[in-house]
């Protein structure tokens, strides 16, 4: 018989998130959930903190401006945690669509907030949630890091094999790398917008980080799904309060994509300022015709001369010790509550 490669349509978001407001953020990514399903979809994947919208305002003036305009507080208190109704809510949603979904959202828990991606399979139920590793720039003022356990690919039935990265996570070459070596087939891709700080910043541009995209594709031999957020009028006139602010961040902003293994456009793009849903099947019998002219870590690697450290463990924020077991004395474990997962 030979090998069997799954065959499937895809589904990319490229909209406005409902900024600031948890309830209309689920709300909105429901009806692309539904949306997406019934136009035969097998998987959607969401923008970067879609839930409740990438925090912009850290970009345009002060931490204590931030805090003073009440950013700080509303950000916090509309993030997403994973055991709350809203959470639940999107679990049902899934289920109900019966669809695999990767969600981007400000990951609220205890006291601090992660950039976050959860994979929840067409039952409702978690795969995977991931944080990213390293928050970028300015984006250390709201949130915290995740560890080397979210860098990892989930077998996923009917699906294959599926990893998410944030991005600049997509500049970073060795992280890239510990993904490749998982043999990932479906890469997420996600994405805040790209029109802030333009024409200044070329490097924030969807140019630049479109062909970040495309380059994954094609060094990873596997198909990428980039979704990416837009900017609207309504969160500008929300963050501009002062003339020069219009100058700093514009309106759209969306560059979503998807890649096959060998770099080339799946799906026409939408405009920069449009909203919608992209769509692509994919066939994964493509990746081993992509990998046969380069693998970089099967048949195109030099292991003997360039290798990865990689560790891929939990980071534990405390190690709880036994006075009593440092004695010798024999005494019942101690067990703590870690970080939540969806």
């Not at 998130?17 to 136009?39: G, H, Q, R, V």
């Not at 907030?113 to 300015?138: D, H, M, S």
């Not at 699906?159 to 990932?184: D, I, T």
């Not at 802030?196 to 995209?213: F, I, M, R």
Request: aromatic content about 10%.
């Amino acid at each position: 018989m030979g090998l069997k490669h799954p065959k499937y349509k895809v589904a990319v978001v490229q909209a406005a998130p409902a900024f600031l407001d948890l309830d209309a953020s689920i709300d909105k990514t429901i009806s692309l959930i539904k949306e997406a399903a019934e136009n035969g979809a097998s998987l959607v994947a969401f923008p970067e903190t879609f839930i409740p919208g990438y925090p912009w305002h850290i970009w345009l003036d002060s931490p204590a401006w931030s805090m003073g305009k009440g950013y700080t507080a509303r950000y916090f208190d509309n993030s997403l945690a994973y055991d709350s109704p809203e959470a639940d809510r999107l679990r049902a949603a899934v289920k109900e669509s019966g669809i695999t979904a990767v969600l981007g959202l400000s990951e609220r828990y205890e006291g601090s907030l992660y950039i976050a991606q959860w994979i929840l399979n067409p039952e409702g139920e978690t795969v995977a949630t991931r944080r990213k590793l390293r928050a970028t720039f300015c984006e250390r003022t709201v949130y915290g890091e995740g560890d080397g356990s979210d860098l990892a690919v989930h077998d996923i039935p009917g699906l294959g094999r599926v990893g998410a990265l944030c991005c600049w996570e997509h500049l970073q070459p060795l992280s890239k790398y510990a993904m490749f070596a998982q043999n990932e087939q479906v890469h997420i891709a996600a994405w805040p917008s790209f029109s802030v700080y333009q024409p200044a910043a070329y490097a924030l541009s969807g140019e630049v980080n479109t062909a970040a995209a495309r380059v994954y594709a094609v060094e990873g031999g596997c198909f990428v799904l980039s979704p990416c957020a837009t900017i609207s009028s309504e969160m500008i006139d929300e963050l501009c309060d002062a003339p020069n602010k219009h100058d700093l961040i514009q309106a759209g902003g969306g560059y979503a994509r998807i890649f096959g293994p060998d770099g080339r456009d799946l799906a026409t793009p939408f405009s920069p300022e449009e909203e919608g849903i992209l769509y692509a099947d994919i066939d994964l019998a493509a990746i081993p015709m992509a990998k046969a002219a380069a693998d970089p870590v099967g048949h195109y690697s030099r292991p003997d001369v360039t290798r990865l450290l990689f560790n891929p463990r939990k980071a534990q924020r405390v190690e709880y010790v036994q006075h009593a077991e440092a004695e010798g004395v024999n005494v019942a474990p101690v067990t703590f509550p870690q970080r939540s997962e969806g």
